[in-house]
C-alpha cells in the first residue's frame, strides 16, 4: 500500500549458498549454543515474574540437550496477567495509531537485525532446517510490516474501507476501535511467525494481549518478546505466560476479562478453545471473538495432463518440508489413473534423494519432528497405513539420537481410510487413484478440512473447474501447496481448518478491531 511507509514489500529469504552468509549462520549457531540451558522469567503486570516451577525445551536433533529452562505460570499468575491486560487496555487502546504502526515497524527491524539468531533458535528449538527457519523469521518481518501498513489504512478515515453514504444534512462516519484484552496461543510449528503475526495485529490495532506459547517452543517466544520491549512496547501491553494449556490455557480462555482468543494449533484444541470460550462467566459484558487456524489435511491432484517431473518436486516440497509439520502441507496426492503408476515411479526415486539428520546440519533436508510424543504418534499412524495401502518409501524411524522419522509414501490408499482423512503431521504421504478430473476433485473436497490444496494440469478447463469446485482456503494452480507469502497469500481455510480469518490479509485486522458507525446532525 503506497502511503508514508511506502509500498509493502515481502523480506528476502536470505542465500545460505553465499561463503560468508554461511559463515555467519555458522556463527550465530554457535552464540546460540553458548546459552542453552539458560533460565527464563515471565513477564506479568510489566514486570519479571518467577515461580521455580520449570519447564525443560530441549533439542529435538539432540534431545539430552536443554535449550532453555522456563519458570511456569499457574491458574492465579495467568488470572493476573489479564487482569492486568485488560486494566492497561484504557491506556494503550487511546494510543494513537502512528505511534502504534512505528513500533510495529521497528520491530521488524529488530528482528531483521537479529535474523540469523533467530534462525539459529528456530534450528535448535524447533527442529528447523536453515532454510525452513529462515522462511520462519522473514514471515515474522512480513507480518510486522504488512499489518503496520493495514492499520494505518484502518485509521484513515479517508480510506475506501471506511467510506459510507453520507445522508443529507447529517455528518456520517464509521471508525474502527480496538477490542480489549486478549490471549495469544501460537503453535510450535511457526514459533516466530505466527506467533509474531497474531500479536502484532492484536497490539497494532491497539489491543494488549497475553501470550500463551508452546511448550515445544517457549525459548523463541521468550526471545520475542525481548524485541517487542527493545521496540518500544510498553511493558504492561504484553504478558508472556509459560504453562499448561489444560491449567495456564483455560485460565486465559474462560477468564471473563478476556475479550478474545487468537489460537493457531490442532482442530481438537481449537474447537475446545472456541467452546469454552463460548461460555460466558460471571462479570464477564461482552460475547468473546475467537479466531482460530485449526490445520488440514491438504491434497495436491495430479491431472493426467500435467507436468509430471513439475509435479512431482511440488508434492515432494509440500510434502516433506519441515518434515510434513506444516498446517499447509500435502498429505494427500491424488493422482489420475492414466499417469499413477509413471507418478509413483518419479515419486519414489525423488524421496530416496532426500536426507534426515540434525537441523543444524546444511546438508540435511529434514530434520526432526518436535518431539517423542509427536514421533510415537506418527509411527502409529504409518503402521495404520500400511495395512491401509502399499508402502512405497520410508515407513519408519530414522537413524540419530534425535526425533527422526524416514519420508514414508503409501500408496493406493482409499478415501475411507484414516491417512486419508486424519490430520498427522508429519512426513507421511498417501497416494491416491483417480479414475478422472472430476473424481480427483471430490476426492480433494473429501475430508472436514479446507485448507490448501494444489492442481498440476496444463488443461485450463480443468484449472477453471478447480478454481470453481477445489474448496480450499488457499488454492495454488501448477505449484506447490505450501510457502503463503504475507500480501500475496492471505492465508486461512475453511470449514475444520478455521473460521475464516485470512492472516497476511488486507481484512485480517478486522478480527482485532470493532466498528463504531457515528451520525452527527448538520
Known sequence: MPGPLGPFHNEPLTDFSQPGIRAAMEAALARVRSEFGREYCLWIAGAPQTTGDLLTSVNPSKPSEIVGRHHKAGAELAARAVEDAHAYFAEWGRTPAAHRVELAVRAAALIRERKLEFDAWLVYEAGKTWPEADADVSEAIDFCE?????ML??????????????????????????????????????PLAIMTGMTMAALVSGNTVVIKPSSETPTIAAKFTEVLRAA?????????????????????????????????????????????????????????????????????????????????????????????????????????????????????????????GSSDDPSSYMGPVISAGARKTILDYIEIGKREGRLIAGGGAAPGDGFFIQPTVIADVESGARIFQEEIFGPVLAVTRARDFDHA??????????????????????????????????????????????????????????????????????????????????
Open 146 to 150: 504488512y499489518y503496520a501498513r493495514q
Open 153 to 190: 489504512r484502518y485509521a484513515s478515515p479517508e480510506a475506501p474501507a471506511q467510506t459510507i453514504v453520507q445522508l443529507p444534512g447529517e455528518r456520517d462516519e464509521m471508525v474502527y476501535l480496538p477490542l480489549g484484552a486478549g490471549v495469544i496461543i501460537p503453535p510450535w510449528n511457526f
Open 232 to 356: 518500544g512496547f510498553p511493558p504492561r501491553s504484553f504478558a508472556l505466560c509459560v504453562g499448561s494449556g489444560s491449567v495456564v490455557g483455560d485460565t486465559l480462555v474462560e477468564h471473563p476479562k478476556t475479550r478474545f482468543v487468537s489460537f493457531t494449533g490442532s482442530r481438537d484444541v481449537g474447537l475446545r478453545i472456541n467452546e469454552l470460550a463460548a461460555k460466558p462467566h460471571r462479570g464477564q459484558i461482552w460475547i468473546k471473538r475467537v479466531v482460530a487456524e485449526m490445520g488440514g489435511k491438504d491434497a495436491i491432484i495430479v491431472d493426467r495432463e500435467a507436468d509430471l517431473d513439475s509435479a512431482v518436486t511440488g508434492v515432494v516440497q509440500s510434502a516433506y518440508g519441515y518434515q510434513g509439520q506444516k498446517c499447509s502441507a500435502c498429505s494427500r496426492a491424488i493422482v489420475d489413473e492414466a499417469v499413477y503408476d509413471a507418478f509413483l515411479e518419479k515419486l519414489k526415486a525423488k524421496v530416496a534423494e532426500l536426507t534426515v
Open 441 to 522: 476433485l471430490a476426492l480433494a473436497n473429501a475430508t472436514e478440512y479446507g485448507l490448501t490444496g494444489a492442481v498440476y494440469s496444463k488443461n485450463p478447463e480443468k484449472i477453471r473447474k478447480a478454481r470453481e469446485d477445489f474448496f480450499a482456503g488457499n488454492l495454488y494452480l501448477n505449484r506447490k501447496c505450501t510457502g503463503a507469502m504475507v500480501g500475496a497469500h492471505p492465508f486461512g481455510g475453511f470449514n475444520m481448518s478455521g473460521t475464516d480469518s485470512k492472516a497476511g490479509g488486507p481484512d485480517y485486522l478486522l478480527q482485532f478491531l470493532q466498528a463504531k458507525s457515528i451520525a452527527e446532525k448538520l
